[in-house]
């Protein structure tokens, strides 16, 4: 079974703090995502990473930062949190597929991240 | 550019009714299509995909879904929910040949199963 798992169920920050959320995969898989699940809103990319030292931007990036220097680990970091950050943030990986057709992304257990 | 549509935001059901839940996506490029379950305080699971082949696609826990190009839907539907099957569930969208394996989200329903 393939297993993603978070550094933190639940987190709280103070505002201006710096915040690293951790995501570790274990089945060699490629391609790491980063969202942040809102009510109402779903979930939203905030970064996405399809190999070690490769990053790319998704729909929300402004505030965060990524880091992927191994290929199992994928870390989100948020250089200065502020209250509006206040969210549930889950890591998404997946193989690259050989056919072509796309694979399913494997989900994390999530961080309630919140900031005061 | 994709977009998905979940119209009903919760849906209320009595345990062992039937259930559609509703996904609509736009997308000038053909997609592949997926339902994920989230149950409370957990990450999201896969329930089912539509890669290509037969639109009637299967999935675990006795959930299909109905791929309908023409009307650019990808329905879920189970035709007798029980009380586990409380949840959030999600349709998502991935373009094909994207070449990043980006989904798109829809913003989900709540499925509440009542006794």
């Known amino acids: 079974d393939v297993k993603v798992t978070q550094s933190s169920r639940y987190l709280v920050k103070r505002t201006g703090e710096k915040v690293f959320l951790e995501c570790v995969q274990d089945?060699?898989?490629?391609?790491m995502f980063w969202y942040r699940q809102d009510p109402g809103l779903g979930l939203r990319l905030i970064y996405f990473?399809?190999?070690?030292?490769?990053?790319e931007k998704g729909d929300i990036p402004e505030g965060y930062s990524v880091s992927r220097e191994k290929k199992e680990r994928f870390s989100l970091i948020l250089e200065s949190a502020s209250t509006n950050q206040t969210s549930m943030y889950l890591c998404?990986?997946?193989?690259?597929?050989?056919?072509?057709?796309?694979?399913?992304?494997?989900f994390g257990p999530g961080t309630r991240l919140t900031v005061l | 550019a994709q977009s998905v549509t979940q119209l009903d935001s919760q849906v209320p059901v009595f345990e062992e009714a039937p259930v559609e839940l509703r996904c609509n996506y736009s997308?000038?490029?053909?997609?592949?299509l997926f339902w994920y379950v989230q149950y409370p305080n957990q990450g999201l699971q896969l329930l089912l995909k539509?890669?290509?082949?037969?639109?009637l696609v299967k999935g675990i826990n006795g959930f299909e879904a109905e791929f309908n190009k023409s009307q650019t839907s990808f329905h879920l539907r189970k035709p007798s929910v029980h009380i586990s099957d409380t949840a959030e569930y999600f349709c998502a969208v991935s373009p094909h040949f994207s070449g990043t394996y980006k989904y798109i989200f829809g913003t989900g329903t709540r499925l509440k199963v009542l006794a």
């Open positions: 990473s399809y190999d070690v030292k490769m990053k």
């Open positions: 998404a990986s997946s193989l690259t597929s050989i056919s072509g057709s796309h694979n399913e992304q494997f």
């Open positions: 539509y890669l290509s082949g037969s639109t």
């Open positions: 089945m060699d898989h490629e391609n």
């Open positions: 997308s000038s490029v053909s997609v592949y």
